[in-house]
């Protein structure tokens, strides 16, 4: 079997370039991992995870734009698993 066929497929949604890229490399990296995409999240999420097909999904969510928790909402039911990573304001 392929190497390939054997990584876990990532699809990277964010509405920053820069983090898309950021989290794209660092994830690319990892061993078992591969980036099958990067997208805003603004699409309809349902369309991408179809053509993607990944295997999780890691969506960086600023909670200060509303949009990007609604397409969360969006997601077709029993997609991927998704990994949100957002922001707060609370320090540990």
């Not at 990277?12 to 898309?20: E, K």
């Amino acid at each position: 079997m392929s190497d390939e066929l054997t990584k876990v497929r990532v699809l990277i949604v964010s509405l920053d370039r820069l983090s898309r890229a950021g989290l794209a490399v660092e994830l690319d990296q990892q061993p078992g991992l591969v980036v099958v995409g990067q997208i805003a999240g603004d699409e309809d999420s349902s369309l991408l995870l179809g053509v993607y097909d990944p295997d999780v999904t890691v969506w960086d969510v600023p909670w200060q734009t509303a949009s990007s928790s609604r397409n969360l909402e969006l997601l077709p039911e029993n997609p991927p698993p998704v990994l949100v990573l957002a922001t707060t304001d609370q320090v540990n």
